[in-house]
């Protein structure tokens, strides 16, 4: 038997007002894999985001996990028992607890009793020097990189990542890019990052789902996409990567 995608979504549908925002999207993303939800502002993706993390819900369509049913229209198991890890752009650490108990806080019994895998993290995105300090004593790119190893803490099946970068200072941004993949491949994380920046899909994606008006109008690898792309919208919109 073969195992099946670490995450399926099936002809996920959302309308608001009753205009369809999210419309008939599928797609699998594979242990391991890092997917890019590519499209414009308003095209759909955060919505898409929630929908998976379970803070809003489908008109039709579902969500596996593993091959597990987590979400159609009838069934519905709450965002904090799908395994699926979160991680939005305004990344807000909790102010009031030091970078250890921040990185712990999604574990069961805090920092004191996952001192390893807490350490393991921290020295991962070179923070250990930084256990005891609160989050206002840190930059925003070492705020990033705590807000990384907090999401990876309990080993989620999924992360979905909502433009995770686009707060952060222009200069720090591909490092910063190129270290949290490395993070990703080496704890085997199945990844859904929404952006709407054509360079960062290319940057960190094994597949880019290219969506526009709540569709997905090409799926594939990122060289594919920009090698033949399907229509000229979507090759203008690759054409400003050099
Ligand atoms: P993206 O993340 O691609 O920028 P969104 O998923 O946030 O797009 O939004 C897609 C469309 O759905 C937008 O037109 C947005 O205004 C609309 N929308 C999102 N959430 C709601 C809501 N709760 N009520 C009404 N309209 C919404
Ligand atoms: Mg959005």
Redesign the pocket.
């Known amino acids: 038997m073969t195992t099946p995608p670490r995450l399926e979504v099936q002809h996920l549908i959302r309308a608001?007002?009753g205009l369809r925002?999210v419309d008939d999207v599928s797609f699998t993303v594979a242990a391991g894999e890092v997917a890019c939800l590519l499209?414009p502002?308003?095209?759909?993706?955060?919505?898409?985001l929630r929908i998976v993390a379970g803070v809003d819900m489908q008109d039709s369509g579902s969500i596996f996990v593993d091959g597990r049913l987590i979400c159609d229209t009838v069934f519905r198991i709450p965002p904090e028992r799908r395994a699926i890890g979160l991680m939005f752009q305004d990344f807000a650490l909790f102010p009031h607890l030091p970078v250890s108990e921040n990185v712990a806080f999604g574990l069961p019994g805090g920092f004191a009793t996952n001192r390893a895998r807490v350490g393991e993290l921290l020295e991962r995105v070179q923070m250990s020097n930084h256990v005891d300090s609160y989050p206002h004593e840190l930059s925003g790119g070492e705020q990033q990189r705590v807000a990384l190893a907090r999401a990876l803490a309990p080993k989620p099946r999924v992360l979905l990542m909502d433009e995770p970068f686009s707060g952060l200072d222009e200069r720090l941004r591909d490092g910063i890019r190129d270290d949290t993949l490395a993070l990703l491949k080496e704890e085997r994380t199945a990844v859904l990052l929404?952006t709407?920046e054509p360079d960062e899909a290319m940057r960190m994606a094994d597949q880019i789902l290219l969506m526009r008006a709540g569709r997905i109008v090409q799926q594939g690898a990122p060289y594919n996409l920009y090698n033949a792309p399907v229509d000229r919208r979507a090759a203008a919109f690759f054409s400003d990567i050099n």
């Open positions: 608001f007002d925002v499209g502002s308003g095209c759909g993706k955060s919505t898409t929404v709407h």
